[in-house]
């Protein structure tokens, strides 16, 4: 196990040096970096002093050796357009964030694996054949034109919930939160259900197909033989059955939310880090858009080192393979 | 002539047992023809600014127009017919979306054929990449390139070809590790035939099956994800209309309850994905030999 997790964090960090490499090369090397990195009002002579300041005289493995050491030390320039430290700026939003993907999870997970287990369990009623015809309608529904429908019927023509922002917060350990308010709840509830349709009817499909594997399995029948009831059945011995790989699937896909949060936050103007990185490509803030990228490579690689390990420990079978990067 | 002609006639009988599968080739035909010929179908030219009336713009679906015809779906602010802008947009997302398609297609295949057949340490390079990009989410990945290297039909075809490839060079090398290993490959290389000629003449045409599951989902998958970057402003320039344009337009109407603007586009790219969706699903039934058994079922 210990040689597995040492491995894995070696792999984790590869790819952390290959992706900020290739985020190097993109927004440093290709075009010209002085466009990129100096407010493009400035004049000759500030471009020539920025050019030697900011060491663009110097070979490509010396930039990149100099762009590692500023990263590694959490400096990624400062933003054009707020004049603070990027990664400041985009640590302030993650918050936002965050608190929406988790929102979106706490949504997909309590009426997905319900819907699921209901569709596995009767998957020839009419109850179940909708359930599953939802959830390939879910699968197909461009999520920012759903967003959309969604503030036209509850904000402008039922007019029962907020279009756009956050709301009222409240600061809990130092983080800007809006779900403990009443009118952060309302906020948040509209972007949160946007923003889980996809994963929801992910849950769906998934638990449906572990319920109906599990039932057709002997410790199933052996149970109903034994003369316990159904329900505890399905409670004790399928839904146990069924939770690893549907935790597994949760946490991956939590990086996904995160990303797609990106078109949910500008749809409803929600205050995030994905906003803030859309407003930074349409100002061309590039020192934002290259902060941004890095912070999300490296949640990206967190999340999948801690979904191996976690699953690892739970499936020891995984270990013998361990590939995937 | 019978052996190339048995196995279309078997899968024609196989796709047609399932009665939504072939309503939803049906819907995708009526799509694909309304696209093509949206210049000779549509009311007006929906980008000809002498066909246009200011005074007919936002008008609700149904209201008469003052150029003659009835707004079945209402106009948009410029006085613009949605029917007419939603054919030309459904041209444009569907255009972009197949050449994406093909061009990845093209080369998710020749790198997978690559891969598999060189082997060894290339082999071990190419997919460790394919594992590090299908890592990242495809809008995260399109959303970078194009925030580098700006806005423009022919970069969004480059974003939509990069987030694509790799699906296929992955499903090509599973299917012809697997091909390389049978006699007739083996039979192939003791007539002594070029490696090239192997891969391309004789893996090849056995691997196409998994392959155009894969590209008929990912064509969907095109679209949808060609219509959200253009709605986010990354996509497709205001000179070429798509359907995520045409809904990021009403976007700005909605507030003030003209629906119309965002909710016809949506609804035809929704017919459209869902359409390619199920068709690719039947597909994927019956070219499956796994599942043999539901063969014509």
């Given amino acids: 196990m210990l040689a597995f997790a040492i491995r894995r964090l070696l792999q984790s960090i590869a790819v952390l040096f290959v992706m900020s490499a290739l985020v190097f090369v ?30 663009l005289d110097q070979p490509l493995w010396r ?10 030390a959490g400096d990624l320039g400062k933003s054009f357009a707020a004049n603070i430290p990027a990664v400041q700026l985009i640590l302030e939003r993650m918050p936002a964030t965050l608190e929406l993907a988790l929102g979106a999870m706490v949504i997909a997970v309590v009426l997905g694996i319900p819907l699921g287990l209901w569709a596995g369990l ?158 930074s490509i349409n100002v061309l803030d590039r020192p934002v858009i290259v902060a941004y990228l890095l912070i999300i490579v490296l949640l990206f690689v ?24 | 002539m019978q052996l190339v002609h048995a196995p279309l006639r078997e899968f024609t009988a196989g796709f047609v047992r399932d009665r939504i599968a072939v309503v939803a080739l049906a819907a995708l035909f009526v799509i694909l023809s309304a696209a093509v010929f949206a210049p000779f179908v549509s009311p007006q030219d929906p980008y000809d600014l002498a066909q246009l009336d200011i005074l007919d713009s936002k008008l609700a679906p149904g209201a008469k127009a003052g150029v003659g015809f ?6 948009d602010d410029q006085g613009r017919d949605m029917v007419s802008a939603i054919l030309y947009g459904l041209r444009i997302s569907l255009g972009v979306g197949a050449l994406a398609t093909a061009i990845a297609l093209a080369l998710g295949m020749a790198i997978g054929l ?13 997919m460790r990449l394919v594992d590090l990009q299908l890592s990242f989410p495809s809008i995260l990945i399109a959303l970078v390139l194009l925030a580098v290297v700006g806005q ?48 391309f003449r004789h893996i090849l045409p056995n691997v196409l099956p998994p392959l155009i599951v894969v590209a008929t989902v990912q064509v969907a998958h095109a679209i949808a994800l060609e219509a959200t970057l253009s709605f986010l402003g ?45 068709v690719g699903d039947r597909l994927r039934d019956v070219l499956n030999p796994r599942l043999g058994s539901h063969y014509g079922t």
């Fill in chain 1, 122 to 279: 009767r998957p020839d009623s009419v109850s179940g054949r909708v359930i599953m015809a939802g959830s390939i309608l879910g699968f197909s529904l461009p999520t920012f034109w759903v967003g959309l429908m969604l503030i036209m019927v509850f904000s402008v023509w039922l007019g029962w919930l907020p279009p756009t922002g956050r709301g009222e917060t409240v600061k809990v350990l130092g983080v800007t939160v809006s779900f403990l308010t009443w009118d952060g709840l309302q906020h948040l509830f509209m972007p949160a259900l946007n923003l889980a349709l996809f994963k929801l009817s992910l849950l769906i499909r998934l638990t449906r197909a572990g319920t109906r594997e599990a039932l057709a399995q002997d410790y199933v029948r052996f149970a109903r033989a034994k003369g316990l009831t159904m329900e505890r059945v399905v409670r004790v011995h399928v839904l146990k059955n069924i939770m690893i790989p549907v935790v597994t699937v949760t946490g991956l896909e939590f990086g996904s939310l995160i990303a797609f949060a990106i078109v949910t936050e500008t749809i409803f103007a929600w205050p995030g880090m994905g906003k803030l990185l859309i407003d």
């Fill in chain 2, 114 to 126: 690559i891969s598999a057949y060189a082997g060894g340490w290339l082999d071990s390079l190419i």
């Fill in chain 1, 26 to 55: 993109g927004v440093y090397a290709i075009g010209n970096p002085v466009d990129i990195l100096i407010n493009p009002q400035a004049d000759q002579a500030e471009i020539a002093a920025a050019t030697r300041a900011l060491g």
């Fill in chain 2, 152 to 199: 423009g039909v022919d970069k969004i075809v480059i974003a939509l070809i990069t987030v694509q490839w790799a699906y296929y060079a992955r499903t090509v090398r599973g299917a012809a590790l697997v091909e390389r290993r049978k006699e007739y490959v083996d039979a192939a290389r003791v007539m002594a035939f070029s490696s090239g000629r192997i891969v």
């Fill in chain 2, 234 to 278: 990354l996509g497709m320039p205001i000179t070429s209309p798509s359907l995520g344009l045409l809904i990021s337009n009403g976007f700005a109407h909605l507030l003030s309850g003209r629906y119309w603007i965002s909710f016809f586009p949506g609804i035809a790219l929704l017919a459209t994905i869902v359409a390619i969706n199920l």
């Fill in chain 1, 63 to 72: 930039q990149y050796w100099s762009f590692l050491a500023g990263a590694l």
């Fill in chain 1, 302 to 325: 967190l999340i999948n080192l801690i979904v191996d390990l976690a699953y690892t420990a739970l499936d020891p079978r995984v270990r013998l393979r361990g590939r995937s990067a």
């Fill in chain 2, 70 to 75: 009835t707004f079945w779906l209402g106009s």
